[in-house]
């Protein structure tokens, strides 16, 4: 795999994080997704706004099939539509594949032979009533990263809330057409307020295919599906990983 150099960040080679200078923050870096991507996936976007009931599996008009999450304790109607099936997997990696994002972050996560896709999601709200800053993984270093890239224009309207290094909350607008890579220690919340309808984003997560970390990295993506793959490219369904200890995050 090459590398894809990643613009607008401090990265000194091997070492475990990174530094983006305009946000003041670690692991993070904005993309482009290119137009034809999001021009596929806005039909998409548009279904998925009606697949509000959780716990529910929705099929999209292409026969992808999608189950629908929420958080336990957010103070938001958020919802991971997520693949419950490998063929609806395959049908995200291959949007994840035409993106490149796994030679983006090759340089920074610690791998054998490929970044995984762990899973892919059509992610959508309307409301966020109060901020519930977290971090994506537990990790020291940049073991597995996070996109998060608008489909809907109204996603401008509600954004994301991130703390910088000083410790101070700064709002980040979103845009149709670029994305947000974030890996390990970047605290975030969906910005509060409300929508007259739900915005919907691509979001995926991926990272190093050794089992390793999968410990801390699966609490992850194991709070957001429920049928993901893991970094040894095996499939599992949530109930097979709690099964074999697995845990999901707090948050």
């Not at 401090?10 to 923050?25: D, S």
């Not at 996109?147 to 509600?158: Q, R």
């Not at 991130?162 to 909350?169: A, C, I, K, P, S």
Request: glycine residues 8%; aromatic residues 12%.
């Amino acid at each position: 795999m090459q590398a894809a150099p990643v613009r607008g960040i401090l990265h000194k080679p091997g070492e475990p994080q990174f530094l983006n200078p305009a946000m003041l923050t670690l692991n993070t870096f904005e993309i482009a997704i290119p137009p034809q991507v999001i021009d596929d996936l806005r039909p998409f976007a548009r279904e998925a706004q009606a697949m509000e009931t959780p716990r529910e599996v929705f099929t999209l008009s292409n026969g992808v099939r999608l189950y629908s999450e929420l958080p336990g304790n957010w103070a938001s109607d958020i919802r991971w539509l997520s693949h419950a099936d490998e063929p609806s997997y395959r049908w995200f990696e291959a949007i994840y594949d035409r993106i490149g994002l796994a030679a983006m972050v090759a340089p920074f996560v610690p791998h054998d032979e490929t970044i995984r896709l762990y899973a892919g999601f059509l992610v959508t709200r309307r409301r966020c009533d109060a901020l519930d800053m977290h971090s994506d993984w537990a990790t020291e270093a940049n073991h597995a990263f996070t996109l998060m890239a608008p489909l809907t224009e109204n996603a401008g309207e509600m954004g994301m809330t991130f703390e910088n290094l000083r410790g101070e909350q700064r709002e980040l607008q979103y845009r149709v057409g670029k994305g947000l890579v974030f890996g390990t220690r970047f605290p975030h919340s969906t910005s509060v307020g409300q929508l007259p309808e739900r915005s919907v984003f691509l979001c995926f997560n991926f990272g190093t295919d050794r089992m390793d970390h999968w410990q801390e990295l699966g609490s992850t993506t194991g709070t957001q599906g429920n049928f993901f793959r893991q970094p040894d490219g095996s499939f599992v369904t949530r109930a097979e990983w709690l099964a074999a200890g697995g845990k999901p995050a707090a948050y």
